[in-house]
């Protein structure tokens, strides 16, 4: 499976990003997709995740601000992010679950101040 993400950038704080990430290629149906995080000095961190059925998981640090959803038909899973805040910065990476886990190159999100 491979994971394309896209959308990162450069942004003020109280803007709006949105992430996408596409899964193609795999024998295996996906189960859960979602988002994670690391920025420089910290663990990766889970950021938001939606399986198949379409329950969701959020950071507490995102509740409220992100959302995350899913096309099954095009396993393709998108973050939108609000009210950006400069803690938001970190590279961005996509993950996606079937037998195996698969993990995206990553994209990064700044927020300026």
């Known amino acids: 499976v491979q994971l394309q993400a896209s959308g990162g950038g450069l942004v003020q704080a109280g803007g709006s990003l949105r992430l996408s990430c596409a899964a193609s290629?795999?024998?295996?149906?996906?189960?859960?997709m979602g988002w994670y995080r690391q920025s420089p000095g910290k663990e990766r961190e889970l950021v938001a995740s939606?399986?198949?059925?379409?329950?969701?998981n959020y950071a507490d640090s995102v509740k409220g601000r992100f959302t995350i959803s899913r096309d099954n038909a095009k396993n393709t899973v998108f973050l939108q992010m609000n009210s950006l805040k400069p803690e938001d910065t970190a590279v961005y990476y996509c993950?996606?679950?079937?037998?195996?886990?698969?993990w995206g190159q990553g994209t990064q999100v700044t927020v300026s101040s």
């Open positions: 290629g795999g024998d295996f149906s996906i189960n859960s």
């Open positions: 993950r996606a679950r079937s037998i195996v886990v698969y």
């Open positions: 939606i399986t198949s059925g379409g329950s969701t």
